[in-house]
């Protein structure tokens, strides 16, 4: 199994970024999704999270603002981050599991700074 995040980056406050999670190694089509994150000094926590048919839920610091999306031809989980705010900076990770198995990618920064 690997997890690849990448669009991470610099952004103003009020900006927008898009993270993207390429997976390989296990049927994705059947597979719930993961976004999660973790701050300097906090707990890593759950941001979003997609299930194989679509259905979605959000933290409540993000919603209204963060959108996940799942392509299941291409494999590949998207974060939509609007509207950021200082406090969604953070190193953000895509997650799956299933059974005794957990997995994560190596995690992306995501700065909100003017």
């Known amino acids: 199994v690997q997890l690849v995040e990448s669009g991470g980056g610099l952004v103003q406050p009020g900006g927008s970024l898009r993270l993207s999670c390429a997976a390989s190694g296990f049927t994705f089509s059947s597979t719930n999704m993961v976004w999660y994150r973790q701050a300097p000094g906090k707990q890593r926590e759950l941001v979003a999270a997609i299930t194989p048919g679509g259905s979605t839920n959000y933290v409540d610091s993000v919603k209204g603002r963060f959108t996940i999306s799942r392509d299941n031809a291409k494999n590949t989980v998207d974060l939509q981050m609007n509207s950021l705010k200082p406090e969604d900076t953070a190193v953000y990770y895509c997650?799956?599991?299933?059974?005794?198995?957990?997995?994560w990618g190596q995690g992306t920064q995501v700065t909100v700074s003017s």
């Open positions: 997650h799956t599991g299933w059974s005794v198995y957990d997995y």
